[in-house]
Each structure stands twice: as structure tokens, then as C-alpha cells.
């Protein structure tokens, strides 16, 4: 186990209108207003962490883990249509008294390469 430092491959994703309106109206924000900021959940988080989930050296058992942390940093919000791409890579993976602390951070970028936004997750996988 320990898997600190892997890079997963980039997942490429589009922003798309309906779900972004789907998503805003579930959360009470009016779709004219354009993308949620916590919408960076599906194209960021949401589009890499299943390859965390489903590497075998990873190890990460899905019935014992918390989601413990999230956090978000934006160059700029993408537009709905626009095409993103979602690379993860394991920052740290540390174990402590029966715990694993695994940090995963995901950096979102458009077609052309400029910053989209950053996203760091702390997942506690219990022993």
C-alpha cells in the first residue's frame, strides 16, 4: 500500500448545459447565472476519482472510507459547453493509528492548457 506521488491519466469532459442547469436548480441557484462553483465537483473531483477508487495498488476500501475534506481554488469558473480537462494524482498517502489519510488533488485546465481550478480532497480510510 502507499501510493503517494501517482499521477492518474487526464479525463477530458464537457461542461454540459443540461446538467449544469440540472445541477443549479437542485441547489437552489438560478441556471442563467451560468456554472455552480460546486459544480467543480463533477468535472474535477467527480471525473478522476474513480481511477483512484478502482486502482488495485491504491487499495482504497470504498465501505470504510470519509470523505473528510474538500476544498476548491479557481483561476476562473468554465462555461457551460466549454471542454475541460481533469488530471488526479495522489499528493500524500500517510497512516497513523489504524487510519489512512490520503490527500488527492485534481487540477482542471482547458483545451488550450490555461488554469481552470484546483481541487484538494483528504479521504480517511479506516483499517
Given at each position: 500500500m502507499g501510493v503517494e506521488g501517482k499521477t492518474y491519466p487526464a479525463v477530458t469532459s464537457v461542461i454540459e448545459p443540461d446538467r449544469v442547469a440540472a445541477?443549479?436548480?437542485?441547489?437552489?441557484?438560478?441556471?442563467?447565472?451560468?456554472?455552480?462553483?460546486?459544480?467543480?465537483?463533477?468535472?474535477?473531483?467527480?471525473?478522476?476519482?474513480?481511477?483512484?477508487?478502482?486502482?488495485?495498488?491504491?487499495?482504497?476500501?470504498f465501505g470504510k472510507l470519509l470523505h473528510a475534506d474538500q476544498e476548491f481554488e479557481w483561476q476562473r469558473h468554465p462555461a457551460a459547453g466549454e471542454t475541460v480537462t481533469s488530471q488526479g494524482r495522489v499528493v500524500s498517502d500517510i497512516s497513523r493509528r489504524g487510519m489512512r489519510f490520503l490527500t488527492y488533488e485534481t487540477n482542471t485546465t482547458t483545451v488550450d492548457g490555461s488554469a481552470v481550478c484546483r481541487s484538494r480532497t483528504l479521504f480517511v480510510i479506516r483499517s
Open positions: 445541477f443549479a436548480k437542485a441547489i437552489g441557484a438560478d441556471p442563467a447565472d451560468g456554472v455552480p462553483p460546486t459544480y467543480a465537483a463533477v468535472y474535477s473531483l467527480g471525473a478522476t476519482a474513480p481511477q483512484l477508487f478502482g486502482d488495485p495498488e491504491a487499495e482504497v476500501d
